[in-house]
């Protein structure tokens, strides 16, 4: 499985950005996609996950009422849609999937990583 991650970039404080992931290879049954960020010097940290299926989503406080995690009409694409970005969100952020059903908050639970988009958000 790759994952392809997209969509990054710099952005002012209050703005947005729309992430894209798009897997490929042996996808079937990857069940459950997340979006991770890590910011320097901080651990890796799930921002969102959302299962293939019924479309259940998880977010992180901090992007609740911000961040909207959905899955593309394509097959195998998952978008995080980044609105009132702040400073604070400044970080690599990848996508993971995993082959399990359930939307797990740490990274080592997923298996598939992509390799990663830089997001900075200057005040």
């Known amino acids: 499985v790759q994952l392809q991650a997209s969509g990054g970039g710099l952005v002012q404080a209050g703005g947005s950005l729309r992430l894209s992931c798009a897997a490929s290879?042996?996808?079937?049954?990857?069940?459950?996609m997340g979006w991770f960020r890590q910011a320097p010097g901080k651990e890796r940290e799930i921002v969102a996950g959302?299962?293939?299926?019924?479309?259940?989503?998880f977010y992180a406080d901090s992007a609740k009422g911000r961040f909207t995690i959905s899955r593309g009409n394509a097959k195998n694409t998952v978008y995080l849609q980044m609105n009132s970005l702040k400073p604070d969100d400044t970080a690599v952020y990848y996508c993971?999937?995993?082959?399990?059903?359930?939307?797990?908050?740490?990274?080592?639970?997923?298996?598939?990583w992509g390799q990663g988009t830089q997001v900075t958000v200057s005040s």
């Open positions: 993971a999937g995993t082959r399990a059903t359930t939307i797990f908050k740490r990274p080592r639970e997923y298996d598939y």
């Open positions: 290879g042996r996808t079937v049954g990857m069940y459950v």
């Open positions: 959302i299962e293939w299926s019924g479309g259940s989503t």
